[in-house]
């Protein structure tokens, strides 16, 4: 068993649970795992049927220091569920990939195996699977799998929302933010005392400090020890890992990968960028903007973004190169950017005093228009406090930059202006620039005829008196080996970029010049003319929708009117003594029904007169019913369902027919005359009492049949 330690000075070999998934299983349904935990070499336990939820029980209760699987995608079906379950893991707890990664390229299992001397027969099985992995994690081999960045976000905020309130609203208010700053100061000392490398970011009112941001760059655990994540009834303090955007790999032990050159890295396609030097402008605050341009003044980026750490802003650079020199639009350096330049190595440019507003906009836009096919505007104020910078320093070197240009072309050298002009930033003469990198160009194709002609010397002088041995030597050809290849893929892709910069050229020509056409074209009086017919001919239309738009309101306020005096005679009917007002509805349907007892406000001892009885049945009935309402009016009371029929005379309520009655109609409204609605319901009312006398005798005389049958049956037995 190997005794190395990894990168954080753990021993490998500890405690390691390897994992496969169980033939048959899958990750997309209740998938069943084999397990097997090694310590020290030593298998501990075997665990051959777990389900996922009592695998993740089981690295709670071990917190192994790796859990060890030939495929992560066995355990998480989705790229972003990895983070969940590294989220769910013990702190100290580290999943690891043993085949390799998207980045290192892929091994099989097997073949690693056998290259270990880890015997096995066969096809292994998934505890033969889970052991094999651990045994490999044991021997520092395997990818740690980190969709976290080693950064911790610290966010200390108001613990509920103000919303309106009285008088000591605004000192209640105050009370919190000053709680803000109080625990932002606490927390700023801490990091402080403990020498941890942090950006800071807050949120300002007029009542102080609203939130306060600080991006630790150490991990968790290391924070949680002297900062927690708590709760009070002013303030919430929160603690969180920062999520990389994407998941990363690295080595448990680089050195094992390098000298088997197991997983050699493979050659990326934007490695050629990196050689090129950049002017960066930032804007540094809450929302961070950054300006990426190059020597001849092309703007290669903008873009902002709200508490940016400062990793992802090194990330974000070094997409496009190498900073050659970092820009701000203030006099005095913010902090960022001068943690940035140091870590770049670079020098900071600031204006000597602070620019106006309007300064800057003018600026900005005066560039723009000398570069009109730049896709990449400014979209707020940051973007353009950015953008400033990086072109306050473009035009302070862009006459040094010519010259330097029109010297190395003049005197023929073949060397790369882009690194004169970056030691001349650095503060060098263009002269002593140009000597330095001709005598560097001139000694590298020295040694590269020596490499090409294999005469390289086992043991060679050099100037300061030292000896560099064969193996140092080797060394030194590989890396030139390396600087050789990268120049070509540069000059390739520069090729190829020249090329594409040329269609580029060529298109924005034929845009120019058919933009200058048409502006010679709208210039032309015959464009006035055309320009007058057209808002001519969009004044017709507009005066035809409005005039279309005048009938449609007078035919709206004409049927207005209709209702409103339809509803004035309605008042007035109601308002007659002679006359008993009538509630009207369509038909018996339920819909009907619930919508009449809402608009009509139908309520007990109303009259209802129902124009048509579809839709009648139990349940219409019955919601009607249950009103409470006194008389209903229907067409024809004998076309009334049975069903229907029985409800409303349990509920004794009144039928009449609309025949038998002079009805005079007001939509919605109905009015009769009260002596022959009285005499209506007088006889509807007798003729009801009869019915239920007759219904009573009839079952009175059945009830007396029975008994006289049972007492007969009883007398004969």
């Known amino acids: 068993m190997a005794s190395f330690e990894n990168e954080d000075g753990e021993h490998l070999g500890v405690d390691i649970l390897g994992v496969d998934i169980l033939a048959g299983s899958s990750v997309f349904s209740r998938p069943r795992y084999a397990a097997v935990l090694l310590q020290e070499g030593e298998i501990i336990d075997r665990y051959p049927d777990l389900s996922k939820?009592?695998?993740?029980?089981?690295?709670?209760?071990?917190?192994?220091?790796?859990?060890?699987?030939?495929?992560?995608?066995?355990?998480?079906?989705?790229?972003?569920?990895?983070?969940?379950?590294?989220?769910?893991?013990?702190?100290?707890?580290?999943?690891?990939?043993?085949?390799g990664s998207p980045y290192h390229g892929f091994k099989p299992l097997r073949e690693i195996s056998k290259l270990y001397n880890i015997p096995f027969s066969g096809k292994p099985n998934p505890m033969q699977t889970a052991e094999i992995v651990a045994r490999l994690v044991d021997l520092g081999i395997g990818f740690i799998v980190a969709p976290f960045t080693d950064e911790t976000k610290i966010i200390v905020s108001k613990s509920r929302h103000l919303g309106p309130g009285g008088w000591s609203e605004k000192r209640y208010a105050r009370k919190i933010r000053g709680a803000i700053q109080k625990m932002a100061r606490e927390i700023t000392e801490k990091l402080e005392e403990k020498s941890l490398d942090f950006d800071y970011y807050e949120k300002r009112s007029e009542f102080g400090l609203d939130k306060a941001v600080f991006h630790v760059y150490a991990p968790k655990k290391e924070i949680d020890s002297f900062i927690k994540r708590m709760r009070t009834s002013l303030i919430q303090v929160k603690v969180e890992p920062v999520p990389s955007k994407t998941t990363t790999y690295r080595p448990i032990n680089e050195e094992i990968l390098t000298d088997l050159d197991l997983f050699p890295w493979p050659v990326g396609g934007e490695e050629e960028r990196r050689l090129l030097p950049l002017i960066v402008g930032i804007d540094a605050g809450t929302t961070t903007a950054i300006a990426i341009m190059d020597f001849s003044g092309n703007l290669l980026h903008l873009s902002s973004s709200r508490e940016c750490s400062r990793s992802e802003i090194i990330k974000l650079i070094i997409r496009y190169g190498k900073p050659a020199i970092i820009a701000s639009d203030v006099p005095h350096t913010p902090s960022l950017l001068a943690k940035l330049a140091a870590t770049f190595q670079v020098k900071v440019h600031n204006p000597k005093e602070d620019i106006a507003v309007s300064a800057k906009t003018e600026l900005v836009n005066s560039f723009l228009e000398e570069n009109i096919f730049i896709n990449d505007k400014p979209s707020n104020a940051h973007e353009r406090d950015a953008l400033t910078a990086?072109?306050?320093?473009?035009?302070?070197?862009?006459n040094l930059f010519q010259k330097i240009d029109s010297k190395i072309e003049l005197q023929k050298l073949g060397i790369n202006p882009e690194a004169v002009k970056v030691l001349v930033i650095q503060g060098m003469k263009i002269s002593d620039a140009i000597m330095r990198i001709a005598n560097e160009k001139a000694k590298e194709k020295e040694l590269l005829e020596t490499i090409r002609s294999k005469e390289v010397p086992q043991e060679r002088e050099i100037q300061n008196g030292e000896k560099i041995d064969e193996d140092t030597d080797q060394r030194l050809v590989n890396r030139l080996k390396r600087r050789l290849d990268a120049s070509r893929k540069q000059y390739d892709f520069l090729e190829q970029q020249n090329e594409e910069l040329k269609h580029k050229l060529e298109a924005n020509q034929n845009r120019?010049?058919?933009?200058?056409?048409?502006?010679?074209?709208?210039?032309s009086e015959k464009a006035k003319d055309l320009t007058i017919k057209r808002l001519h001919i969009q004044h017709q239309f507009e005066v035809k929708r409005l005039e279309e738009g005048k009938k449609n309101l007078f035919k709206e306020t004409e049927l207005l009117k209709d209702e409103i005096n339809r509803l004035k005679e309605a008042i007035l009917l109601a308002s007659d003594p002679e006359l008993v007002p009538i509630k009207v509805i369509p038909d018996f349907s339920l819909e009907t029904i619930e919508k009449a007892i809402t608009e009509l406000k139908i309520a007990e001892k109303d009259i209802v007169l129902i124009k048509s009885l579809s839709g009648a049945g139990s349940s219409t009935a019955k919601i009607l019913a249950e009103t409470g309402i006194k008389t209903i009016i229907v067409p024809k009371s004998s076309s009334i369902p049975q069903n229907a029929l029985s409800i409303l005379k349990e509920k004794n309520t009144i039928l009449l027919e609309e025949e038998k009655l002079e009805i005079l109609f007001k939509e919605p409204f109905a009015f009769m005359r009260k002596n022959l609605f009285e005499e209506a319901v007088k006889q509807a009312e007798q003729k009801l009492e009869e019915e239920q006398e007759g219904l009573l005798k009839e079952r009175l005389g059945k009830m007396v049949s029975e008994y006289r049958f049972l007492r007969r049956k009883e007398l004969t037995e």
């Open 53 to 99: 939820r009592r695998l993740l029980r089981l690295i709670r209760e071990l917190s192994p220091s790796y859990v060890a699987s030939d495929n992560i995608f066995e355990l998480v079906d989705d790229r972003r569920k990895l983070r969940a379950l590294c989220a769910a893991f013990p702190l100290k707890t580290k999943l690891v990939q043993v085949t």
């Open 390 to 398: 990086a072109i306050l320093v473009f035009k302070n070197y862009k």
């Open 512 to 523: 120019i010049s058919e933009l200058e056409k048409q502006l010679e074209y709208l210039r």
